[in-house]
């Protein structure tokens, strides 16, 4: 039986790359009257350096306009990723960024059915924090068993540590949890850590690694597009359904 839903937040939960990373990284850049700018094209080759600060560390290394001294860049770094995520909170207050179709439904069945659910994420904690209180309200906390951050868990996905963090917390064997996830280094990193996974394709990750995932599909709110094709009763992906896709899996045998 499932006994834990892990969730990743960006790209899982809301569309927070491109809506929300990307456009602060930009509008950081242009306050500190820095030459960069990001197109959304450029982000999405860049997503695959797990973490901001690291993103923008490997773009000043491989691009023109960086200060050439190690220390003088990551000094600039720290001062650019500070603000991003500054303007990353305000957007994200403002309410410019929703949870994805589906989700919201998906965490009201977990709580209804007392299944225990986490965050496993290589975000900040008030990264998570501004995102979960705008859209659950002041006691977003009180919904999640455990809330694994980078301050937890600071080698970034593909590294397991986060999932093994969370299942460490929750007592669990691998097998117990279920992992909601959107990109390769996610799927990698809670498979890394022998938890099974749902994939819901996002934006910047409509294909990759999805290898021995449990489900792979393009949004909660949907039941074209997945495989396995979900039950003929299902209207969208949730926890049933979840249930369903696990009971026939090698991981409850
Ligand atoms: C996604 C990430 C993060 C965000 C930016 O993490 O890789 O780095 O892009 O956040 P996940 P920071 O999919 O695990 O939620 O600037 O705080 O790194």
Avoid at 76 to 103: F, S, T
Avoid at 224 to 242: C, F, M
Wanted: charged share 25%; with cysteine.
């Amino acid at each position: 039986m499932i006994k834990s839903v892990l969730w990743d937040v960006d790209g899982t939960l809301a569309e927070t790359e491109r809506d929300g990373h990307l456009k602060a990284f930009n509008q950081a850049f242009e306050s500190l009257a820095l030459p960069w700018r990001w197109s959304e094209r450029r982000y999405g080759k860049l997503l695959l350096v797990a973490g901001g600060r690291e993103r923008l560390l490997h773009d000043m290394q491989s691009g023109g306009n960086a200060p050439a001294h190690s220390q003088a860049r990551q000094a600039l770094a720290d001062q650019v990723h500070r603000l991003k995520n500054e303007l990353y909170a305000r957007i994200v207050a403002h309410g410019n960024l929703p949870l994805r179709a589906g989700v919201r439904e998906l965490l009201d069945d977990c709580e209804r059915a007392r299944v225990p659910m986490g965050i496993v994420t290589t975000t900040s904690r008030a990264n998570v924090e501004i995102l979960l209180k705008t859209h659950l309200g002041e006691d977003w906390e009180s919904k999640f068993a455990i809330v694994v951050s980078a301050r937890e868990a600071p080698n970034k996905k593909p590294d397991p540590q986060g999932y093994l963090a969370a299942l460490d917390a929750l007592k669990l064997r691998p097998h117990e949890a279920v992992a909601m996830e959107d990109a390769g280094a996610g799927v990698a990193a809670a498979r890394a850590a022998g938890v099974p996974v749902i994939v819901t394709r996002s934006h910047y990750f409509p294909v990759g690694d999805s290898q021995g995932a449990l489900a792979v599909g393009p949004s909660l709110a949907r039941i074209d597009g997945w495989q396995p094709v979900p039950d003929a009763r299902a209207t969208r992906i949730g926890l049933e359904q979840i249930i369903r896709w696990y009971r026939c899996s090698p991981w409850a045998q």
